[in-house]
């Protein structure tokens, strides 16, 4: 590929992300109530005023790392709306929990009052993500301290209890080790240990390192899948369950995974990274009649049973493009270089829309655009997962 | 219409019930540990062994009415499969549930362990409907009772504390009506009152006379739109929750209304059932572009959240194909045999395979099947649905 190509690719990226910025600076801030406002049309308008944790926590993040990290977001107006959403966020995301008093909700009245809580850990990752980058900028430490104490938390559900998370006990359940916990868990690592030492550091590398492994063990059938929930043990469930493969996460675990032994300097795990959880997720979820990465597959070649199975998302094809440009910068394999350049093509022109900025995030199996809001309950600033990978490239090579 | 037109759909539908029956009697009991399969593939493999606890409900339910109703079908074959599914539910679905001695599992194991609960009442519901159906082929007074015991919980949920349905309590939660919980109550009332007199029955008629009233809520913006989810004071909800059509549920709503208004000789709530939830959901929900109804719509026609919301599902086709010719066979509108016919065209030529017997359940908003199973966790016999209208209105004709 020529330099000039390169280039282009790295301009257009960058007009883009000005665009997204823009898009969420003039649409999403709730001046009255604080926060963000995260169910937002094609062209800007709010259809909804409910406010998504996640989307809260990642905003959160994107507006601090973005300030910490680029210059020409180094303004005060992204510092102030970062630290408005934080502010909200400790007000009123976590809500009063008899077995755990860190729950944080999902969903929020515009005015912060709790309207559900899942049973899962992702919202408390966000939260921890929003807290630990906000006290980064702002040198708060009772803000790094609240992050470390909800991390403390996040790892004793994963690794200890799951009961303070709510979910009943019932006859039939059998532990299921989802690949997202891990893969969720090893990110909150590495945003906690960046550029600081001690204790508290080593503590979370023995958690980084058990995050690794539990992630390897979805490396199944002799290493030619990837599947997403695997026993305790580390073997293959029974059942649809068992056989459910998501593109998306094995690419995301995939640059995680690079990015954890580069650190350590773990050239065996480098190697699977990429020849693994990079290229298996391609030769299986990309679409070969229509372009596009697929979301869910079954790996027998069953149908899965998600109705949605078949579009395409804009958020597992970020995942693919940091994943290709973070193992291409590091290899200089030029194959890398070309699955890069294939997702790119496909995405760039699929999910961005050039008429109003920001991306569509929700297309049909053929490539047409089926739900056209910029954010929604599971989409934020489209490009804050493009960004995470991004910018800690730019972080690595600056 | 010409007689022989009508004479053709009923064959066609006669000829389409049997290959459906026979598909079920053939792929999915489990002569092993009892009960039926519900994850079966296009060409009847099992590719899964849960059993979804509404889709063992609705089987039961189903063969008990077809062999009791339906003389080809008065076979002690399929008497005993619907016995054997009886006893597996009663064996296996009630959970230990501290709030609540009577709460179901939503999916169990092959061998009958819970897996899965729901935090709605769903799974009780189709257990009241197999119980009862079952007790009315067998005469088993305690299964009448069970069904008794479990509809007296379900309407304390409903109308009294939903507290032991395991829903936290959340500082924003406003309360909610789905139109879902007073429809399928009402069904309930249906089942439970059939040619039945007495106490218990009167007491049933009362929360039929509620639910209508709950449905009727329904009915928003002076008459012309039916929005799935109002206040508990029956005004429009603020967001997307408020904004939601369901034009299947809505056409479900309509058959379930004309029924009990014809039962009771009120005939302005039968032409509102026409009127209003027949026609209503058809100006909104037929795709004029590809035909078929649309799964979800919002009424002010911004997009909705749901991934799912321009495919076309099989069971919406049901319900309007029941609705219409309920409508029709009542009213002998001709225009309410003309929408008859419409839906009828497009569900017969997009959802029955001809192939391997019984019907798809999922389609692209063009049109093409995406999801080929025959069976999944939301998906039984497809003509359950239908069929509960046909058998119904079969049952006041004969």
Redo the contacts between chains.
């Keep these: 590929m020529s330099v000039e190509k390169l280039q282009r690719y790295r301009e257009q990226m960058r007009t883009e992300l000005d665009k997204v910025v823009d898009f969420w600076q003039k649409y999403s801030h709730d001046t009255q109530y604080g926060g963000f406002f995260t ?1 937002i ?1 094609k062209d800007g308008k709010i ?4 406010k998504y944790v996640w989307l809260q926590g990642r905003q959160v993040w994107m507006y601090c790392r973005l300030y910490r990290t680029m210059e020409r977001f180094n303004k005060p107006e992204i510092l102030e709306a970062a630290k408005s959403g934080g502010a909200f966020l400790r007000r009123f995301a976590r ?1 009063p ?1 008899s077995g755990s008093p860190w729950k944080c ?1 999902f969903c ?2 515009r005015d912060g ?5 899942q049973r899962t850990i992702f919202s408390e990752c966000f939260y921890v993500m929003a807290m630990d980058e906000l006290a980064r900028v702002t040198g708060d430490k009772d803000m790094q301290a609240e992050a470390a104490q909800m991390m403390d938390q996040l790892v004793h559900w994963v690794r200890v209890d799951p009961s303070g998370l ?1 979910k ?1 006990q ?4 059998t532990p299921v080790c989802s690949m997202a916990v891990p893969m969720m868990l090893l990110c909150l690592v590495q945003q906690l240990t960046e550029a600081r030492s001690g204790e508290e550091v080593d503590k979370y590398r023995e958690v980084g390192g058990w995050c690794v492994k539990q992630i390897l063990q979805h490396l199944q059938r002799g290493g030619t899948a990837i599947l997403e929930s695997v026993s305790s043990e580390g073997k293959e469930l ?3 369950e068992g056989r459910l493969q998501n593109p998306g996460h094995a690419l995301e675990a995939g640059w995680f995974l690079l990015q954890y032994g580069l650190e350590n300097g773990d050239q065996e795990l480098q190697r699977t990274a990429v020849d693994k959880f990079m290229e298996i997720p391609f030769l299986t979820g990309w679409d070969k009649e229509h372009g596009g990465l697929l979301y869910f597959l079954d790996v027998d070649g ?4 998600q ?5 395409k998302l804009w958020w597992p094809h970020c995942e693919a493009l940091i994943a290709y440009l973070m193992a291409y910068s590091h290899t200089k394999e030029p194959a890398l270089l070309d699955r890069f350049s294939q997702v790119y093509d496909y995405t760039f022109s699929h999910f961005s829309d050039a008429e109003n900025g920001e991306w569509f995030g ?1 297309l ?2 053929q490539g047409k655009v ?4 910029k954010g ?2 599971f989409k934020g600033e489209n490009v804050n997962r493009l960004e995470k990978g991004l910018v800690r490239n730019h972080d690595r090579h600056k």
């Design positions: 169910c049309g259809y909804d005023e409910l809500i929990n909700a929020l009245t009052k709790a309207l559900k809580v709510g009943p019932l006859s039939g359940d029974p059942g649809c069953y149908c899965p049973t109705l949605e199975w078949s579009m929700y049909t199996q089926t739900l056209d809001f929604g309950p």
